[in-house]
T-cell receptor, first 111, second 117 residues
Framework: SQQGEEDPQALSIQEGENATMNCSYKTSINNLQWYRQNSGRGLVHLILIRSNEREKHSGRLRVTLDTSKKSSSLLITASRAADTASYFC???????????FGTGTRLTVIP | DTEVTQTPKHLVMGMTNKKSLKCEQHMGHRAMYWYKQKAKKPPELMFVYSYEKLSINESVPSRFSPECPNSSLLNLHLHALQPEDSALYLCASSQDRTSGWNTGELFFGEGSRLTVL
């Protein structure tokens, strides 16, 4: 399987705290993306980091990528109840149209 | 609001039925995808179309038959499904990655929830 692994599987935090999710993958990649999914809904793209980048920011999101370790992390700062969702990393191989998703982290932010 | 529209939102079918899921996008994207997602699991890639041609088939059983009539439409024809095929079927689109100049971000529809009795 080309699926990545994420940890933790589930994370519960208080509003205002930071949430960190980790993703490990198996193959060489062109880029790594993070998506969010509210229960039973479609996925929404959050942020993309290319294989030649090490860190990227977007609003309250910070993503890091370590290609030598084949791993990435997503940090959500100052969490809000509305951030409650499942978060998936996804990897795209070089020159390919595929996009494979990791196992996901279910984040619960308690008001 | 998503720019990828999937119909129907819910579908219940028997194992002998033939039905179709439909997906439409008007963003000019030339790559379209079908994913299957079981409860509390990640989406699993099924098919990818690039410029209306099937480019990836992730060893999906033949009871699932994709079709891309034009650059805006993607169908998934269903026949003789099994109860274990019950899942959320997600359609997505993106600029075609093989051209080498796009980000590869996927835009997803809200999904079609399929129940096979």
């Amino acid at each position: 399987s080309q699926q990545g692994e994420e940890d933790p599987q589930a994370l519960s935090i208080q509003e205002g705290e930071n949430a960190t999710m980790n993703c490990s993958y198996k193959t060489s990649i062109n880029n790594l993306q993070w998506y969010r999914q509210n229960s039973g809904r479609g996925l929404v793209h959050l942020i993309l980091i290319r294989s030649n980048e090490r860190e990227k920011h977007s609003g309250r999101l910070r993503v890091t990528l370590d290609t030598s370790k084949k791993s990435s992390s997503l940090l959500i700062t100052a969490s809000r109840a509305a951030d409650t969702a499942s978060y998936f990393c996804a990897t795209r191989q070089t020159g390919a149209n595929n996009l494979f998703f990791g196992t996901g982290t279910r984040l619960t932010v308690i008001p | 609001d998503t720019e990828v529209t999937q119909t129907p939102k819910h579908l219940v079918m028997g194992m002998t039925n033939k039905k179709s899921l439909k997906c439409e996008q008007h963003m000019g994207h030339r790559a379209m995808y079908w994913y299957k997602q079981k409860a509390k699991k990640p989406p699993e890639l099924m098919f990818v179309y690039s410029y209306e041609k099937l480019s990836i088939n992730e060893s999906v059983p033949s009871r699932f038959s994709p079709e891309c009539p034009n650059s805006s439409l993607l169908n998934l024809h269903l026949h003789a499904l099994q109860p274990e095929d019950s899942a959320l079927y997600l359609c997505a689109s993106s600029q075609d990655r093989t051209s080498g100049w796009n980000t590869g971000e996927l835009f997803f529809g809200e999904g079609s929830r399929l129940t096979v009795l």
